[in-house]
């Protein structure tokens, strides 16, 4: 699932690696039996190879963690929020195109 620079958000480690990041944060909220979660691996691969050191990306598995979907209040997926100062600044719902998420990740940067 996680690779070199795409990183497993967990429930334990959500605060640390998401919340309190001084970058923005791009969180891919997938499941394995997921199809459009399989199909969007490589957009979020590729960004994070894009951004790396500007933008922190990874994935969260919620069938291996509840407490913070529960929190997101994920009903669907895929779910793609990108946070900013420990707040999400833009969610996607839905299998999206790489030019949204470059969209929302560039005005997170900028602002």
């Known amino acids: 699932m996680a690779s070199e620079h795409v990183k497993e958000f967990t429930d334990q480690n959500f605060a640390d690696e998401v919340t309190n990041s001084s970058v923005p944060v791009l969180v891919d909220f997938w499941a394995e039996w997921c199809g459009p979660c ?33 929190q997101f209040r994920i009903s669907n997926i895929p779910m793609v929020v ?16 790489e030019k949204d998420f470059r969209e929302a990740l560039d005005a997170a940067l900028a602002g």
């Open 38 to 70: 399989r199909a969007l691996g490589p957009v979020i691969e590729k960004l994070a190879k894009d951004y790396v050191g500007r933008v922190k990306v990874g994935k969260m598995d919620v069938e291996a963690n509840r407490e913070i979907p529960m």
């Open 82 to 97: 990108v946070m900013k100062g420990g707040q999400a600044f833009k969610t996607f719902v839905g299998l999206r195109g």
